[in-house]
């Protein structure tokens, strides 16, 4: 039996004027709500032109009314939209009026909610509603339509056929064991297993890739005060969104800032310069850089090249603390104004770009630095978007069919492989939302805009 909703409604399109404005209903009141809006019959699937009428029957609006039955709706629900002027008044009017005629007002991600409930949309494919709204390179709005049309969902699906698989056989062997059946010997056991194995190893990369593509690489900037960091930020996003002047120290807190190189999306991060603090609000700034540098996927490291001549020793004074090995671009800085040649040594782990960020010299030798580094990890034309819940939850499959893969062949017991079976089951379960707990439902849809 399909759960039973009360009748919401919300404004569809973004604040603010624009030449369109829909006001979305959905529920069982939503036919009547419409009818009495627009003062005559709606057809399903039809866009009929009319007044909006508020209580009086004076017109609020003039536009499009269109009805969608249930089950053939987006909700699985009767759903209307009223299409009219995307003035914020007029728009407020609509929905009040709406409101009025029984509805309430949609929490944040409801209506991908409902559609989830009635099963129009499985989680991943709800989630991949809002990351394609929120895409903010192409590469990730392709990937989060192929999300959404369901190609992440197939491969999870699949793979949880073949666990079910599994699982029937282990579970029926233990529960009949007259029928002695030899775990060890049964090829097709051992089949099965390394192909799940295999298979699910191969969706985890590639979902590791689809996070990337849905938050971003991110690459911290990273030098000591007065480098040219926020400078550099500048160049990058192509506006002042970064304090410059000549006093050190100028950047205190964190500053993020998005941007698109080629299709890849980055995050990129511009820091406190790292120094010796000389006051608390200092140590705080240079504590959350080193924090961002353990979470980056990058580190820009920026040197003066007209104050700091050895710039290895530089680096990895900067570096040090680092316990993983992102991955590291040195930008000599300011070589408009360096005095001296600054040579490379060819010993150096890390590779050098010469620029300027006040004149923009060398910038596009550093992007197709970077390029060649992160373009390897998106850019495949098979890519869907990924959560990373989605990478956790494939990753906590795959360590338990190890982990069961292990205790079978060295123990032989199959008591314990089914067990993690049975957890490997459940894990990817909580991707398509057939296993999901009430708290993760809601945080997950109340991360949508309303309206959607």
């Not at 569809?12 to 529920?27: E, H």
């Not at 929905?95 to 909610?113: C, K, N, T």
């Not at 999300?147 to 992440?152: E, R």
């Amino acid at each position: 039996m399909k759960p039973t909703f009360d009748t919401i409604a919300a404004v569809a399109t973004p604040p603010g004027r624009g030449g369109v404005g829909i006001v979305r209903i959905s529920g069982p009141q939503s036919l009547q709500i419409g009818l009495h809006i627009a003062g005559r019959n709606l057809r399903p699937r039809q866009a009929t032109f009319c007044d909006f009428l508020d209580q009086a029957r004076d017109v609020i609006d003039q536009g499009l009314a269109i009805y969608f039955r249930g089950p053939a709706s987006f909700t699985g629900e009767d759903v209307v939209e009223l299409q009219g002027h995307g003035g914020p008044i007029v728009m407020s009017l609509l929905l009040g009026r709406v409101i009025e005629l029984g509805a309430r007002m949609a929490r944040p991600g409801e209506f991908s909610e409902r559609a989830f409930l009635n099963d129009k949309l499985d989680l991943s494919q709800a989630e991949a509603v809002a990351d394609l709204i929120n895409s903010t390179t192409e590469a990730a709005a392709r990937g989060a339509v192929r999300s959404l049309k369901g190609v992440f969902s197939e491969q999870v699906k699949q793979l949880d056929k073949d666990i079910v698989k599994l699982r029937m056989f282990v579970e029926a062997a233990i529960d009949f064991p007259e029928e002695e059946i030899d775990f060890l010997s049964d090829d097709n056991l051992k089949q099965g297993l390394a192909s799940a194995l295999e298979r699910l190893h191969l969706l985890t990369l590639q979902s590791q890739r689809g996070a990337i593509l849905r938050d971003g690489i991110t690459l911290v900037l990273v030098g000591k005060p007065n480098a040219g960091k926020s400078s550099l930020m500048n160049q990058f996003v192509g506006e002042d969104v970064s304090i410059v002047t000549e006093i050190p120290g100028t950047t205190r807190d964190v500053i993020r800032e998005y941007v698109s190189l080629n299709g890849i999306p980055l995050k990129l991060v511009d820091t406190a310069g790292l120094r010796e603090a000389e006051n608390a609000i200092e140590a705080e700034g240079v504590r959350r850089t080193k924090a961002e540098m353990l979470e980056a996927d990058g580190v820009l490291v920026v040197i003066d090249a007209a104050q700091d001549l050895d710039w290895v020793e530089q680096t990895r004074i900067l570096l040090s603390g680092l316990e993983a090995s992102p991955a590291v671009f040195v930008v000599l800085n300011k070589i408009d104004i360096a005095t001296g040649s600054v040579p490379a040594i060819e010993t150096s782990p890390y590779q050098m770009i010469r620029i300027s960020a006040k004149t923009g010299e060398g910038l596009d030798a550093l992007k197709s630095a970077m390029e060649n580094q992160f373009a390897p990890s998106i850019t495949t034309e098979s890519n869907f978007i990924a959560r990373s819940r989605h990478v956790d939850a494939l990753k906590r499959a795959e360590q338990y069919l190890v982990t069961g893969r292990d205790v079978l062949l060295d123990q032989a017991a199959g008591e314990l492989f089914a067990e993690e079976l049975r957890y490997c089951h459940e894990a990817l379960a909580e991707i398509t939302g057939e296993f999901s707990s009430d708290d993760l439902l809601g945080e997950i849809f109340s991360s949508f805009c309303i309206g959607k």
